[in-house]
């Protein structure tokens, strides 16, 4: 594990966001994006009857109904150790393979780094 202090700013900056939106919310997850302009994106696990979304997936769907085109860096915060294909898949299809997502646990410690390729 890596303490997020490791991090540069702006990525401690979306773990962060991350972490706040799944406590305060109370969800399983939390998430947060960078666009290309530097606008950060946050979200939590969508659970309704008719829409199940991840945190990563809502926060992917935020970012382009608000007009982004791509994305510099993804963050979620977890009591998984992996992002599921279908959040990698999200974060791809906005952001391109190469685009980092940041795994952290529930404490802000970082897991790990993937990229969504």
Do not use: C, H
Request: no cysteine; net charge negative.
């Amino acid at each position: 594990m890596t303490d997020s202090t490791d991090l540069g700013p702006e990525d401690r900056k979306i773990v962060t966001l991350a972490r706040s939106v799944r406590a305060r919310n109370g969800v399983p997850e939390g998430a947060a994006v960078r666009d290309e302009t530097g606008r950060t994106y946050a979200a939590g696990t969508v659970a309704l009857e008719s829409l199940k979304l991840s945190a990563l997936q809502t926060a992917v769907a935020m970012a382009v109904a608000s007009g982004a085109t791509s994305l510099e860096a993804a963050a979620v915060v977890s009591g998984s150790v992996t992002a599921s294909d279908a959040d990698l898949a999200a974060v791809r299809d906005l952001g391109g393979a190469g685009t980092p997502v940041l795994l952290a646990a529930p404490d802000g410690t970082l897991r790990s780094s993937v990229t969504a390729g």
